[in-house]
Each structure stands twice: as structure tokens, then as C-alpha cells.
């Protein structure tokens, strides 16, 4: 392990390089990953430093298109119960151990356990086996027809490297564990790690041994990965040269960047949607001032809140036209999306005093409202809005704004009542959604579910879809879920994420819809 300060040292030789070589990327965007270990977060940033140090499956393209990775060949076996996987062969871990299937099965059996992350991803799972030095077996309790869609960031860890590093279970990230794995990585990716200083500076080398180096195009042999939560010192660093590429150019320096010399923004929608949920299922609330009851569990209520927020003003005010106002927390790249579903409910501020009245709360009550200030686009500028909008309404709004490392937690852990939150989908179905969102929260299932929602039932057919072959009949109940959601007010959709990179004309790249750069695909002119 690096000692803090060699780690310091590496940081300050890289900060005091006055010019870097043309294959340097320095890499900036507003928060860090939260973690190494690759079971124990399931977030945007996290997945996205993970996938230049570890692998999976299979990924995802800059395009979005599912290709192979550490699988080179995958389908269902005659038994439609297993999926069967053929493994890359010749392929080392940093260290220099093989890579094979004993590494597959570990990573899959680790990945879950209760405190990962991914288990919603793998909940139909019933065994995973090696199928021989290079194969390896997916066993579902019954057949699942998405299963290759669920592994796109599901990555393969060593073995050996995990236990002799106290690293078999998986860093309680909730809980405030700090662990081996989740400040050191070793993975069979095209760039191993070199230091690592949390919410400072993470340094990569290129892997001069990894089994893709003819194949991909880039020339960048290191990459210098700084979080810079403030806006305007993000793109101070851009504009003089200090970075090379920034994920996140805030909306309202767009033309700025767009137009100095040297520098470029390409733009792209993502496969994301911002919203607030809110806690409908305790008894009462511990952030309202209202004693004894929830108001949140009144859906008069909750439909109040969201006719009470006016989603294009936030468009046009807020986000600078730089987002599409939604009426459902799914992506238009997903499975089970349509224009019906998505339509955006009108803003209507009597109407939404009018359910308030009807609700007992034409006095109003207040909430806190807990919100990220590092990790979403405009995120606390979002946030501040929406509690003028609902101000309007008597729900007396306080803010609490803190960055993302802070945040999710709370959502987590069920110690927020009304909070922000963003949802891509990795594998563009709505059984992603649903797993994560909707499902009733368990060991299994519903680990994002902050509402407390709970409904047996619909838990049922939740499950259902992972075995569901039949397509024509599981985007009905796709359709038959979604109404449930949508009817019961579970959330209040805001809108979907557009991406604005904005890097140096010397980057060829184009923005991929998970917002996930991935740098083997990317070159340095």
C-alpha cells in the first residue's frame, strides 16, 4: 500500500509539470469516485474510474452498444435456466497474476453479498460456476433474457489479491468502512492506479500488458483524474490549460468555452433523470413539524408537490435550456419509455393549494430537503429552486446541501425524509428502475429505495420480469408496473440530464450516453 506521503509526492510531481506530454489526459469533473472497491458503489462517477483500472463481461461502447470485454463469446445454454460465457484467455491483473474463471466466480458471489451494490443486478441469480479454466455459468431461477445487459459494470477482481489483502468482503461504504480495496485496485484494465488521493488526485499509467493494446485506438499512456467541485475554478483549469477534458462544463459557461480557441463542448442527451423522493411510508416524519402523522403519506400531497414544481423554469432559468423536463424517472433510452408516460404534468399552483386543503395541510407544514452539491448538473441550484416553487404551496422547504459522499448515504440508510437523486440505467430496461427504486427494500432488491414504498405485490411482478421471456408479454408488465408507479406519485421526476463535455481540441471522443468516458476509446491529436 502507498504510504500518505509518497501519495502527496506523486501529487505534487504531477501538479508542478509545467507542460505534460500529448499523451497525458488531465481528466477533471465535479466529484470523485467515492470508492475503489468495484462491488461497494453503484454510482456514475465511481463506474467510470473503475472501468480504466477493471473490466467486465461485457460493456458498453462510447456509443452505448454492448460489447465483448472479458467474455468474448456469451449465450443461453440448451438449459434455459444458464447462461454460458466464454472467457478471454491470456489476460493478466496488474500484478502479473492470470486471469481465468476462479476470478469470475469469486467477483460474482462477492458482488452479492448484502453490502453490494450490484446484487439488484444479479437478484435472479441461483449459482454461478466455472465451467471449465475459460468458461463460466450463470444460473437463474428461471430464464432470464437480459442477463448479458445487467454485467456492463459489474467488474472482475482477483482472486488471490483479494485475500491476501483482507479484501473478500465487500467495504461497508454506508456504514463509513474504509478498507484495503477501497483505496487500492487491482484490475486487468488498459490503466493501472499509481497513487490515489481521495477528493484530490488520482494518477493512472497506461498498461503496457493489457490484451486490448492493439486493439483500441488511444495513444494516452497516463491520466490525471482531479475533482474540482467548484464550477467556475472547473472551468478556470479548462480555459487555461491546466485540463485537458471537463465532464461537467457548467451550463452557463457553455459559449465561454465554446468559444475560445483551442477548445470545443459537445453535447449529447444522457441516459439519466434527476427527481426528489420522498419518504411516504414511516408513520411520521422526523425533519416535518408536523407530530404524529406523515403528510408525505397522503398522495394529495405528493400530487401537490409535483403540479407545485414548474420544471420549465428550471429548464430555462436554471439549466439554460440544457435539459428536458420529464414526467417519468426513466430515460427515453429505455426499455418500457414512450412519449404517454413521459408527458410533463402542468404546473398548476391552485390546484396543487387546492390538495393541499383537501390533504389537512392548507396551513402547510415544513421539510427538509437533502440535496448533492457535487454530483448532478446544477444540483443545489436545482434544489434551491424547487423550494421557492413549493414555497408557493405553504411546504416550508430547508435546504441542506452537501456533496454526494455525504448524500447517499442518507438515501441508504433511510435517514432522509425528501432528498434529491439521479437515475441512470446501465442496462436500458426498466427492471433496472424497479429493482433499485420500486421494490419493497431488502437484502436483495430495493436498495436506492429512500421512499419506503412497499407493496407485496407489485414486488411480485417486479420480480417476475427476470424470467420472463416472452417479450411481447414482459413490456406489458413493464406497462402494468409503470402505471403503479406513476399512479401512486412514488417520485417527483424533474428532468433528463443533457451532457456538455468540454475539453481541448487536441481530444477526439463522443460523449457517451452513460457519461462514462472511457479512454481506451478516446485519442490525443
Known amino acids: 500500500m502507498k504510504t ?64 465483448p470485454a472479458l467474455a468474448t463469446e456469451w449465450a443461453p445454454s440448451d438449459d434455459p435456466n444458464v447462461w454460458t460465457f466464454k472467457l478471454r484467455e491470456g489476460v493478466t491483473f496488474h500484478d502479473g497474476s492470470e486471469f481465468d474463471s476462479e476470478d469470475v466466480v469469486f467477483s460474482f458471489n462477492r458482488a452479492m453479498t448484502p453490502d ?29 433474457p437480459i442477463m448479458p445487459s445487467n454485467l456492463t459494470n ?37 490503466f493501472k492506479l499509481v497513487s490515489r488521493e481521495p477528493d484530490t488526485k488520482t494518477v493512472l499509467a497506461v498498461n503496457e500488458t493489457y490484451w486490448g493494446k492493439d486493439e483500441f485506438p488511444t495513444n494516452i499512456t497516463e491520466i490525471v483524474y482531479t475533482p474540482i467541485q467548484n464550477a467556475a475554478t472547473r472551468v478556470a483549469a479548462l480555459l487555461s490549460g491546466e485540463v485537458d477534458f471537463i465532464q461537467d462544463v457548467p451550463v452557463q459557461d457553455l459559449q465561454r468555452v465554446s468559444s475560445t480557441d483551442g477548445l470545443k463542448v459537445i453535447t449529447a442527451p444522457q441516459n439519466r433523470v434527476i427527481f426528489f423522493g420522498m419518504n411516504m411510508g414511516d ?13 408525505l403519506a397522503d398522495k394529495r400531497v405528493r400530487e401537490a408537490m409535483k403540479i407545485a414544481l414548474n420544471r420549465d423554469a428550471i429548464k430555462q432559468v436554471v439549466m439554460r435550456g440544457q435539459s428536458v423536463p420529464a414526467g417519468v424517472i426513466m430515460p427515453p433510452f429505455v426499455n418500457g419509455w414512450n412519449e404517454t408516460i413521459d408527458t410533463v404534468p402542468a404546473t398548476d399552483v391552485e390546484k396543487a393549494k387546492g390538495l393541499m386543503s383537501e390533504a389537512g395541510y392548507a396551513d402547510g407544514f415544513s421539510i427538509q430537503l437533502d440535496c448533492p452539491n457535487d454530483r448532478y448538473i446544477n444540483d443545489e441550484a436545482i434544489c434551491q429552486a424547487a423550494v421557492g416553487m413549493l414555497g408557493q404551496i405553504g411546504v416550508t422547504v430547508r435546504l441542506d446541501a452537501k456533496p454526494k459522499a455525504q448524500h447517499f448515504p442518507l438515501i441508504n440508510n433511510l ?19 424497479f429493482n433499485f427504486l420500486v421494490h419493497t427494500k431488502g437484502e436483495k432488491y430495493g436498495s436506492w429505495n429512500g421512499t419506503r414504498y412497499s407493496n407485496p405485490e407489485l414486488d411480485t411482478k417486479i420480480q417476475a420480469l427476470a424470467s420472463e421471456t416472452d417479450l411481447e408479454k414482459r413490456n406489458g408488465m413493464i406497462a402494468d408496473i ?14 433528463h440530464q443533457v451532457l456538455n463535455w468540454g475539453m481541448s481540441d487536441k481530444v477526439e471522443t463522443i460523449v457517451a450516453p452513460d457519461d462514462a468516458a472511457k479512454f481506451k476509446y478516446i485519442t490525443m491529436k
Do not use: C
Open 4 to 67: 500518505t506521503t509518497t501519495l502527496l509526492a506523486a501529487a505534487l510531481l504531477a501538479s508542478t509539470s509545467v507542460i505534460a506530454s500529448a499523451e497525458t489526459m488531465r481528466w477533471a469533473r465535479a466529484g470523485d469516485s467515492l470508492t475503489l472497491d468495484p462491488h461497494a458503489q453503484n454510482e456514475g462517477p465511481t463506474s467510470a474510474l473503475a472501468h480504466q483500472i477493471m473490466e467486465p463481461l461485457v460493456i458498453r461502447d462510447m456509443t452505448g452498444k454492448i460489447v
Open 154 to 190: 459489474l467488474f472482475i477482481m482477483d482472486k488471490q489479491w483479494a485475500e491476501a489483502n483482507n479484501a473478500v468482503k465487500v467495504q461497508d461504504y454506508e456504514g463509513g468502512e474504509e478498507t484495503f480495496a477501497s483505496r487500492n485496485a487491482n484490475g486487468t484494465g488498459p
Open 283 to 295: 408513520a411520521d416524519l422526523k425533519s416535518d413539524n408536523v407530530d404524529g402523522k406523515n403528510p
Open 415 to 433: 435517514e432522509t425524509d425528501f432528498y434529491m437523486l439521479g437515475w441512470g440505467v446501465p442496462t436500458y430496461d426498466s427492471e433496472y428502475i
Open 482 to 495: 409503470w402505471s403503479v408507479v406513476q399512479e401512486e406519485v412514488l417520485y417527483l421526476p424533474i428532468h
Open 116 to 144: 453490494s451494490d450490484y446484487k439488484e443486478l444479479l437478484a435472479s441469480v441461483k449459482e454461478v460456476r466455472a465451467n471449465g479454466k475459460y468458461g463460466f455459468d450463470i444460473v437463474t431461477n428461471g430464464p432470464n
